[in-house]
């Protein structure tokens, strides 16, 4: 069997894509979608933006780029049978009430299409702020994705507001090592996959509820060595080459030791000092919120221009 067709008898293969055909030609549960995904596809096709302002004309920018990512979900979802993964604008990544507010606007928009909230996971980034406002949106069931999880910390934090899902960033952290430490990459060791088994390890064995969906991979080595964990998100170059690769894929989740003696206890200050030692987790952070405000930016003025 080729190594795709393997992979999902242990884990929920994600489509990090809102390509349909590769939706469809790999047979995908779930689909999860950023800023820059729905950049991408503005800008290889101009008629799908053409035709939300031919649908929403009169509306402003704000209101238009709302429309746009939900109307990329709504595609998404006559295509797959799971859910779709929407993101807030990372520009609220710092803001608790306006993320709250912005999700719900989201969770209304999809509402007005005939999508439940169960077909839905709002994406936050995993700041303070962002994981309170999952924890209040959890709450009113509405479910959580939150990413650009970099630290064992972060996936603490959320875990325990109790979110439904965090996407901690394989291929993030390596890129990382490799221009800031580059000595620690000896033996095949990648330290973003090890971040992963960490989380995995410290969830498993104080049973939280939350799921954890490895994201933003550099090669299928990276994929196979977290086999079985809950889901992996994967990009559409890496799905091809797993469907055209034969191999045997094992379940490298099950023999990770949970050897943690004590659980973390994260208050306020402690999330943000445990974040600030980590260097990494604070640059890549920092940098994944950045570039999702650069996209949207850059989104906008498209939206403007042609309105």
């Not at 700041?127 to 509405?142: M, S, V, Y």
């Not at 390890?201 to 060595?225: D, L, Q």
């Not at 990009?235 to 094992?250: D, F, H, M, R, Y």
């Not at 940098?287 to 042609?306: K, N, S, V």
């Amino acid at each position: 069997m080729h190594l795709l067709d393997q992979l999902k008898m242990y884990s929920t293969v994600v489509a990090d894509t809102d390509n349909l055909d590769v939706i469809e030609k790999f047979l995908l549960q779930d689909a999860t979608t950023n800023p820059s995904i729905v950049l991408k596809t503005v800008a290889e096709n101009p008629y799908f933006l053409k035709n939300i302002l031919a649908l929403y004309n009169g509306w402003g920018t704000e209101q238009i780029l709302d429309r746009l990512v939900v109307e990329m979900g709504v595609e998404i979802l006559k295509t797959i049978f799971g859910r779709v993964s929407t993101e807030v604008d990372a520009h609220l990544s710092f803001n608790t009430a306006a993320t709250v507010s912005k999700a719900l606007e989201l969770v209304d928009l999809y509402r007005a299409r005939g999508i439940s909230r169960q077909s839905v996971l709002i994406k936050i980034a995993a700041t303070w702020e962002g994981i309170q406002a999952a924890k209040i949106l959890e709450k009113e069931g509405i479910h959580c994705n939150m990413t650009l999880v970099f630290s064992l910390e972060q996936a603490v934090a959320c875990a325990e507001a109790g979110v439904t899902l965090v996407s901690p960033f394989v291929g993030r952290v390596l890129d990382w090592y490799q221009v800031n430490n580059p000595e620690v990459l000896v033996d095949h060791f990648d330290p973003g996959v090890e971040s992963v088994k960490c989380i995995f390890s410290y969830y498993k064995k104080w049973g939280y509820e939350t799921k954890i969906m490895a994201a933003s991979f550099r090669n299928i080595e990276e994929i196979m060595a977290l086999a079985g964990c809950d889901l992996l998100t994967i990009n559409p170059k890496l799905l091809e080459q797993l469907a055209q690769t034969e191999g045997i894929v094992s379940n490298k989740m099950d023999s990770i030791d949970k050897k943690w003696e004590q659980k973390m206890v994260l208050k306020e200050p402690d999330f943000r000092l445990a974040l600030n030692e980590n260097q990494m987790a604070m640059e890549k952070l920092s940098e994944g919120i950045r570039f999702f405000c650069r996209d949207i930016r850059q989104l906008e003025r498209l939206i403007a221009e042609r309105l």
